[in-house]
């Protein structure tokens, strides 16, 4: 049998109490998990180490365990799958009991994930982070470990403008007490650390299975890639002190440190830097890593 996608494209539209802050990605599964207040369904659980405003281990935190349902009615097909990689296509079903738990999904058929499923909306938050989609293609759970993000709960309503989805943004009925209960999503407002995934977060890298993510993570997409090279360049002019005066020098930047790269192969200097020639595109990916374009001024929060 086939197994799923993380790709929120490849999602269909349809629908903890962890405080907002900064985490990384230790320990990665999926996993079929019934509550006293939720039937049992398939969830992506990630074990998250906390982390102070710097990116650092906060010491003597506990772990907090971040859990993403794909939905109630997930397990209709989808299960939790063990597979021997990343681009293996046939993983073995690990079933819909209880507890069952696996690194990839597996998938019934061509079915595809439910959109406003709550796994689904953060991978179409990391996304838009800048996280390459074609990782998240592999569904592959320890594709994810070493990952920073910056996490945030929000309103479908404000989701929905952000992101472009059609998020449901009417209150839902408790299942136990029958009153209306307001929804909200977990969102990764920032990917903390871009280098991770390609070696340069020597922390992320444990074993076989990430080296693979390692040789195959190079995206290819245009505008992924334009991401990426921004965020490289706000964390080598992080601060308001390096604060950079106008938007010919930001795109001067922007093409040293996409030359340093070697994004080979992929698009052309010319196909990347006309993302950061669309001042409307600018500003939202600024915004995305935390900074400000201001009348030709981009200005990148501290590292």
């Not at 969830?43 to 003597?60: E, Q, T």
């Not at 470990?145 to 309503?157: N, S």
């Not at 839902?172 to 407002?189: L, R, W």
């Not at 374009?293 to 200005?299: H, L, N």
Request: some cysteine; glycine content about 10%.
């Amino acid at each position: 049998m086939p197994k799923a996608s993380l790709n929120p494209d490849r999602a269909k539209q349809g629908g903890g109490g962890v405080e907002a802050g900064n985490y990384q990605a230790e320990a990665v599964k999926f996993a079929n998990i019934k509550t006293d207040f939720r039937p049992n369904q398939l969830y992506l659980v990630m074990d998250c180490a906390v982390l102070d405003k710097d990116g650092d281990k906060v010491r003597g935190a506990d772990n907090v365990e971040i859990t993403l349902s794909f939905g109630q009615k997930s397990l209709e097909a989808f299960h939790p799958g063990e597979a021997s990689g990343p681009d293996d296509a046939d993983p073995t079903d690990q079933g819909d009991g209880v507890d069952a738990e696996g690194n990839t999904v597996w998938c019934s058929g061509e079915e595809s994930f439910n959109k406003s499923a709550g796994a689904i909306v953060f991978m179409e938050s990391l996304a838009k982070a800048g996280f390459p989609k074609a990782i998240l293609d592999r569904c592959y759970a320890p594709d994810l470990v070493g990952l920073k993000f910056a996490l945030a709960t929000e309103e479908p309503r404000k989701l929905n403008e952000k992101y472009g989805l059609r998020l449901n943004t009417k209150p839902m009925k408790d299942a136990q007490s029958g009153e209306p209960v307001n929804i909200t999503y977990k969102v990764a407002e920032k990917w903390l650390n871009p280098n991770y995934l390609s070696g340069g977060d020597a922390k992320a890298k444990g074993g076989k299975a990430n080296g693979a993510a390692k040789e195959e993570s190079k995206p290819t997409d245009p505008e992924e890639i334009a991401k990426l090279v921004l965020a490289e360049v706000a964390k080598q002019k992080a601060g308001d002190k390096n604060a950079i005066k106008s938007k010919n020098a930001l795109v001067g930047f922007f093409t040293n440190a996409y030359t340093k790269a070697k994004y080979k192969p992929g698009p052309t200097l010319v196909e990347a830097q006309k993302f950061i020639k669309d001042e409307e595109w600018l500003v939202g990916a600024v915004a995305e890593l935390g900074g400000t374009f201001d009348e030709g001024v981009t200005t990148f929060p501290e590292a």
